[in-house]
T-cell receptor, first 116, second 111 residues
């Protein structure tokens, strides 16, 4: 069964360092989402891509976060510099989206970030 | 502002009990409502609901949507300890094509 892949699964970094997360969506899925989930809360959308274009990044802290999906397939989310408050689970999800109109969303295993 | 509210926030039951989890929403351009189960990892998809009054069922889990009253319920019958998890509700909106999540209901099933 096709799955969304993410790496690394766990990351511990010191504040002010740079970190990067990678996501490979299910093959053929046009829409890719990055979420941040703080313990005890629901996922919060950071950025949404349709193919290689950003559809929504209104909640992305652009002074320190960046995201790209250059070829419309896999994606990278970067934080520089990391802050203590960035400690959270970072989830990537994908859906067929687009003109196909299927919006069942599937999540990857997530990257748990701890900033010390 | 679009919002999704889940209740209760947490729930403790004994094996064999039946539970009902609630999800209410206020969004523009509603498209569908999704339920997820989250253990100590990423959420796993349970159901997607788009039409009112049509129950979706999978084993001991079932869910229904009321688009007039703007809510959905998730029922779990004959609960088992393996049902212990956070259950997330998300609403998908057309226009922006994004999902808005509730904070989840934390269910603990005691043996």
């Amino acid at each position: 069964e096709a799955e969304v892949a993410q790496s690394p699964r766990y990351k511990i970094t010191e504040k002010s360092q740079a970190v990067a997360f990678w996501c490979d969506p299910i093959s053929g899925h046009a829409t890719l989402y990055w979420y941040r989930q703080i313990l005890g809360q629901g996922p919060e959308l950071l950025v949404q891509f349709q193919d290689e274009s950003v559809v929504d990044d209104s909640q992305l802290p652009k002074d320190r976060f960046s995201a790209e999906r250059l070829k419309g397939v896999d994606s990278t989310l970067k934080i520089q510099p990391a802050e203590l408050g960035d400690s959270a689970m970072y989830l990537c999800a994908s859906s067929l989206g687009g003109v196909v109109g299927s919006y069942e969303q599937y999540f990857g295993p997530g990257t748990r970030l701890t900033v010390t | 502002e679009d919002k999704v509210v889940q209740s209760p926030l947490s729930l403790v039951v004994h094996e064999g009990d039946t539970v009902t989890l609630n999800c209410s929403y206020e969004v523009t351009n509603f498209r569908s409502l999704l339920w997820y189960k989250q253990e100590k990892k990423a959420p796993t998809f349970l159901f997607m609901l788009t039409s009112s009054g049509i129950e979706k069922k999978s084993g001991r889990l079932s869910s229904i949507l009321d688009k007039k009253e703007l809510f959905s319920i998730l029922n779990i019958t004959a609960t088992q300890t393996g049902d212990s998890a956070v259950y997330l509700c998300a609403v998908f909106t057309s226009g922006t094509y994004k999902y808005i999540f509730g904070t989840g209901t934390r269910l603990k099933v005691l043996a």
